[in-house]
Nanobody
Framework: QVQLVESGGGLVQAGGSLRLSCAVS?????IGWFRQAPGKEREGVSC????????YYADSVKGRFTISRDNAKNTVYLQMNSLKPEDTAVYYC??????????????WGQGTQVTVSY
């Protein structure tokens, strides 16, 4: 059974940085981060394959966010730099049991709030 536990959210000023962590237990095909802002649909932010390390980034975060994994710690990170107020959302760690990556993950964490102030 896959379990995901996020940490690292918080309040930061625009232009600042945060790092989200997702502790993973169980076998997965890919791990990713999704976010949902009030009144908006949930969107995929970034994902990383468990097998070959290939990655996906939404256009809105390319060049600012970096996803990485530490296999020894069974943890996936999302480094978020140059944060903007529009990045404010609840961020969820999610896991795919099989392909395709980052479309409809089967497993979800509880979510962590990221708030970027002006």
């Amino acid at each position: 059974q896959v379990q995901l536990v996020e940490s690292g959210g918080g309040l930061v000023q625009a232009g600042g940085s945060l790092r989200l962590s997702c502790a993973v237990s169980g076998l997965t095909y890919a791990i990713g981060w999704f976010r949902q802002a009030p009144g908006k649909e949930r969107e995929g932010v970034s994902c990383i394959s468990a097998s070959d390390g290939s990655t996906y980034y939404a256009d809105s975060v390319k060049g600012r966010f970096t996803i990485s994994r530490d296999n020894a710690k069974n943890t996936v990170y999302l480094q978020m730099n140059s944060l903007k107020p529009e990045d404010t959302a609840v961020y969820y760690c999610a896991a795919d049991s099989g392909p395709p990556m980052c479309i409809a993950p089967e497993h979800w964490g509880q979510g962590t709030q990221v708030t970027v102030s002006y």
